[in-house]
């Protein structure tokens, strides 16, 4: 059954608190994405890697987020220092393909909902 | 303003009417139109995608784009409780897409 995993499901932090959440695309995919969805802004892309290599990562905050994929099996999107704005629920999507038409076959993960307090 | 404008709901229906939802949207150079459905605490999941003014049928639902006026709906037939979820219209322009807020929609048994 393939799908994309998010680990952890949920996380409670305090303020100042380094988080990391982890994604493990599905397996032959080479493209992942991160989304962060909240209730007043919705959808927003943070990141986007292909084979690996990071394109586009002007959504996200450069002080306090870092986006990596150390292999081809792992994604991580770090938060240091977390803020009580950063609460959201982050998701990972993974696709495969040459060209940009890729991003109309993404498949989400379950989300990691995080909340600093 | 956003550049996709989607009316977050409520929208409550009785099983078996047919659903319409819809988006608006401002930059032209959106080409393929999609649309999500997201389960309470779940993940987005890719029910239609279009490319291009016009319809798309599959099964008991249709996706309509009109570019001309910059308006995309999806309609849902014959309605069902399975059918309650959160509905995202979503946008690509080169890899990027861009979501409405989703709107919520509830099917009554």
């Known amino acids: 059954d393939a799908r994309v995993t998010q680990t952890p499901r949920h996380k409670v932090t305090e303020m100042g608190q380094e988080v990391t959440m982890r994604c493990q695309p599905i397996?032959?995919?080479?493209?992942v994405f991160w989304y962060r969805q909240t209730m007043m802004q919705g959808l927003e892309l943070l990141a986007y890697?292909?084979?690996?290599?990071?394109?586009?990562d002007s959504g996200m905050p450069k002080d306090r987020f870092s986006a990596e994929m150390p292999d081809a099996t792992l994604a991580t999107l770090k938060i240091q220092p977390s803020e009580p704005r950063d609460s959201a629920v982050y998701f990972c999507?993974?696709?495969?393909?040459?060209?940009?038409?890729?991003?109309?076959?993404?498949?989400f993960g379950q989300g990691t909902r995080l909340t600093v307090v | 303003q956003k550049e996709v404008e989607q009316d977050p709901g409520p929208l409550s229906v009785p099983e078996g009417a047919i659903v319409s939802l819809n988006c608006t949207y401002s930059?032209?150079?959106?080409?393929?139109f999609m649309w999500y459905r997201q389960y309470s605490r779940k993940g987005p999941e890719l029910l239609m995608y279009t490319y291009s003014s016009g319809n798309k049928e599959d099964g008991r639902f249709t996706a309509q784009v009109d570019k001309s006026s910059k308006y995309i709906s999806l309609f849902i037939r014959d309605s069902q409780p399975s059918d309650s979820a959160t509905y995202l219209c979503?946008?690509?322009?080169?890899?990027?897409?861009?979501f409405g807020a989703g709107t919520t929609v509830t099917v009554r048994a």
């Open positions: 930059n032209s150079a959106f080409q393929y």
């Open positions: 999507a993974s696709g495969s393909g040459q060209g940009v038409r890729m991003n109309t076959e993404a498949f």
């Open positions: 397996l032959g995919h080479n493209t």
């Open positions: 979503a946008m690509e322009d080169d890899y990027k897409l861009s």
């Open positions: 890697f292909r084979n690996r290599a990071p394109l586009d």
